[in-house]
């Protein structure tokens, strides 16, 4: 491996904005990392790169280990997306820099800087001063300052951002193929997806500071595991459907889709994705090659050359929707149509089609959407006005429905997390709540807000798949640190203590292997209420991720924690244990 | 092409170039030109022997020696006092801040009296300088010394602002192709504050060759010790001697003139250099 990070972490005031991240980039590889602006992707850059410092975790180049190693010392070459060239110093000698560094003899620095100045597409400008030079050709003098040395990998931080639209095109295939002429690793920073999947061999996507996924980008754009990956990369229709036993149901119509992870017991609510190529329009249900998913009407049109773009209101199931673009106004759904397809069936705005879904993909996310539930309307609004909930819900661009104790109003009914209002008759409502078929609920108070820390504590071994996944999913959107947490009796020869340390290092490494999720883990003494009850104590604002595969345990559980940490939040994940 | 450039929000290169030449000619060149006349007005030979007098050679040699001196230390303690205010971040930051600029406001004859408060032979440090055998006050000393404190808010000013605006990445760039501290420093960025260090040194320069309040309190005004030549033109005029006083300020005049001009066209070279010698 020619980059090896094993949990990098970064804080800035206490706040991470690298966040547990591990990641290995193979030799000559050209690996984009991309996020929006504030995800620590730069952070991340300039760790490798030895200009900041971490706070925990390694950094290994080449194997050899260089966490403690400075900038001067790592042997990389970097470029900044203001260039940063020398001004006072002439191409060839801001070119030559590293090089008379290096107190490299003049025939051989004069034969390098050819060379370099060859790769770059920038012969003659030897004597030129940067600020004689374009933009574009600025940065393929930095590119070249940064190969001189023949570093062993290249990092790339937003290089094409100071460019215009045509230079940033060319520039990207300077690099592309510098980058393939000499085979070196290559690690890039972005927040331009066309960029990123114009480049890259693999591509990680980064958000709050965690490296969320790594794929290459095909996969990525066709099969992403998470909300924000999908809704990142490119436009994304993410539809609520129920999976149960017999498939995916969208509203009352089955249809054909992708699932990785098979249905385990009840039927719950997922979320699917649908880009909008993937959309078919026909005007009628019976014309359509695909699966049916509604009628919709057209309510804006937009011609962009190649593509039509369309936006349109779907008729029923409205409230299943969610749209990356636009501002989330629920039951839009957008597509775009080449433009034989635009002519074989043109069509004005109010005109109503038929859809059909070509390929639909479920994300394998826990989380789908939120319902309060409240004893009376106010309760319940002033439920949905807790601030980590409306959080939670603006990230993951999903909805909050409310249920105010009307008849037939129950899990199995509205699916989605229930959340409900902690106190002294919480526990007893939870158990309720999960016995009319409730599979998460977040218990809060007024004023909860984002945690710092998301821990996760399982009462028993079949919750514990459950409790990651959900703890996962919700540390994808909170820049939160995680803890799996595991009591035994405080005696060393105790063997229930060596089962709790296996069991605790296999949810790590199940969390880095299904979830991509870095954790640390706490063997705490004692018995299971007290002793999970005096951690949590001890932490600042920490949120419990209970698993339970059994519903009395779990309330006895939240009784404990009722009386004595009141203002924890948790959500509790119950998975029926399989018989 | 000449005259007219662009369209700026000023209008009329006529005119501005016209105020630019009338404010220029009455507050410099004509009274300059007078003193020129004045030293003028005495017969060659007697000029000569006026502006050769060994005592007027010594005071130049002490005015321009010591404030080349002490333009000189300015660079130094200037530039790390600007690089100490714009790098870090510090409790009291800003009342140093404040301070650097009293040297500006105060009279300078003030300046001289603390100075020579303190430096003198009883005085605060004086006392303990005065048994190892350096004397401040009253000797070449402590006229650099007064001269450094005059200057030193010219360099720390001009520099400042350059530090602020120099990128914090192209130190980050010299560090990732492998550039030391010191390498880093003398290569990348003094060669980039040079045009800012050498107008402070200009400036402290200038100042420090027309001081004349702070000195004569700290100097003692020994002839051919501590005497500089402002002063020695004040003892001409307390003599009657105008044309005298005038011939020595021609003198004066000359050499800063042509040290500026020196100055003034090494910073355009840098510039041009740095900015580029095509515009675009």
């Not at chain 1, 959080?391 to 509205?414: I, N, S, W, Y």
């Amino acid at each position: 491996m020619s980059i090896t990070l094993e949990q990098v972490t970064k804080r800035y005031q206490g706040q991470p904005v690298v966040n547990d991240v591990s990641l290995s980039v193979a030799e000559g590889e050209f690996f984009v990392l991309l996020g929006p602006s504030g995800s620590g992707k730069s952070t991340l850059l300039r760790a490798i790169a030895g200009l900041v410092d971490i706070d925990q975790g390694s950094i290994a180049l080449h194997g050899n280990d260089v966490t403690h190693v400075g900038a001067r010392d790592r042997g990389v070459g970097f470029v900044f997306q203001h260039y940063a060239l020398f001004r006072h110093l002439t191409v060839a000698e801001n070119i030559e820099f590293a090089l008379r560094v290096r107190r490299m003899k003049g025939a051989e620095r004069r034969a390098r800087r050819a060379e370099l100045l060859k790769l770059v597409a920038l012969e003659g400008m030897d004597q030129r001063l940067p600020a004689q030079l374009s933009g574009g050709q600025q940065q393929r003098v930095a590119v070249a300052r940064a190969l001189a040395h023949k570093p062993q990998v290249l990092l790339l931080d937003e290089p094409f951002g100071a460019l215009d639209a045509k230079i940033r095109e060319e520039l990207r295939w300077t690099i592309r193929s510098v980058q393939r002429e000499l085979g070196i690793t290559t690690v890039l920073v972005t927040h331009d997806q066309e960029e990123a999947f114009a480049l890259a061999d693999r591509i990680g996507v980064m958000n709050l500071g965690r490296l969320l996924e790594v794929a290459v980008p095909r996969d990525l754009y066709a099969r992403p595991a998470t909300r924000f990956v999908a809704t990142f990369l490119g436009a994304a229709n993410l539809l609520l459907a129920q999976q149960g036993p017999e498939g995916i149901r969208f509203g009352t119509t089955p249809v054909d889709a992708t699932v990785r992870q098979p249905h385990i017991g009840r039927e719950h609510e997922v979320v699917t994705l649908l880009r909008p190529e993937e959309l078919e329009l026909s005007a009628q249900r019976e014309q359509l090659t695909s699966s049916y998913l509604g009628r919709a009407t057209v309510e804006e049109l937009q011609f962009t050359g190649a593509l039509e773009r369309l936006r349109l209101r779907l008729l029923d199931n409205q409230n299943a929707v969610q749209t990356s673009a636009g501002d989330g106004a629920e039951g839009r759904i957008e597509a775009t149509r080449p433009q034989p397809e635009r002519r074989a069936l043109p069509l004005a705005i109010g005109d109503v089609v038929a859809l059909g879904a070509r390929r639909l993909h479920v994300l394998p996310t826990p989380l789908s959407s939120f319902v309060v539930y409240g004893i009376s309307d106010s309760a319940a609004l002033e439920l949905a006005q807790v601030p980590l909930l409306i959080t939670l819900a603006a990230r993951m661009k999903t909805r909050v429905a409310a249920c105010t104790g009307e008849p037939g109003c129950t899990p199995t009914a509205m699916p989605g997390v229930a959340v409900t209002a902690a106190g002294p008759d919480a526990p007893a409502r939870t158990a309720e709540l999960l016995r009319t078929g409730a599979n998460e609920v977040l218990l809060l108070n007024a004023t909860t807000d984002v945690p710092q820390q998301i821990c996760m504590y399982w009462l028993d071994e079949p919750a514990r798949h459950a409790t990651l996944a959900v703890a996962a999913s919700l540390l994808r959107h909170l820049p939160a640190e995680a803890v799996c947490i595991a009591t035994a009796p405080a005696g060393r020869r105790d063997p229930r203590r060596g089962q709790a340390l296996r069991a605790l290092l296999d949810a790590r490494s199940e969390a880095r292997a299904a979830h991509a999720l870095e954790t640390r883990t706490e063997l705490i003494p004692g018995e299971a209420p007290q002793a999970l009850g005096d951690y949590l104590a001890s932490q600042p604002t920490p949120l419990l991720v209970l698993g339970s595969a059994d519903i009395a345990s779990a309330q006895r559980t939240l009784e404990y924690l009722a009386t004595h940490l009141p203002a924890l939040p948790v959500m509790l994940v119950y998975r029926e244990a399989r018989h | 092409m000449y005259w007219r450039r662009e369209r700026s929000v000023i209008p009329g290169f006529g005119i501005t170039f016209g105020f630019t030449t009338f404010f220029l000619s009455a507050l410099v060149l004509l009274p300059l030109t007078a003193l020129v006349i004045k030293g003028a007005g005495m017969d060659w030979t007697r000029f000569i022997k006026v502006v050769t007098d060994p005592r007027a050679v010594a005071s130049y040699k002490l005015t321009f020696g010591a404030s080349l001196l002490a333009a000189l230390i300015n660079i130094v303690f200037g530039f790390i006092v600007a690089w100490t205010l714009v790098r870090y971040r510090f409790p009291g930051r800003r009342f140093i801040d404040a301070i650097i600029d009293m040297p500006f406001a105060l009279p300078t004859a003030v300046s001289g009296l603390a100075l020579t408060a303190v430096f003198s032979g009883n005085g605060w440090i004086g006392q303990y300088l005065e048994p190892l055998g350096i004397k401040v006050a009253y000797a070449p000393l402590g006229i650099t010394i007064a001269l450094t404190l005059i200057g030193m808010p010219f360099v720390v000013r001009t520099v400042q602002p350059a530090l602020e605006e120099l990128p914090k990445d192209v130190e980050e760039a010299a560090a990732t192709l492998g550039a030391g501290p010191a390498y880093t420093f003398f290569r990348v960025i003094l060669p980039a504050l040079l045009p800012a260090v050498l107008t402070g040194f200009t400036l402290a320069f200038a100042r420090a060759v027309g001081e004349y309040g702070s000195i004569t309190f700290i100097a003692g005004n020994i002839p051919f010790k501590t005497e500089i030549t402002p002063l020695l033109i004040i003892i001409k005029l307390d003599e009657y001697d105008y044309a005298a006083a005038a011939a020595i300020g021609c003198v004066m005049l000359a050499i800063s003139f042509v040290m500026l001009l020196a100055i003034n066209l090494v910073q355009a070279w840098g510039r041009r250099r740095i900015s580029g010698a095509v515009r675009r």
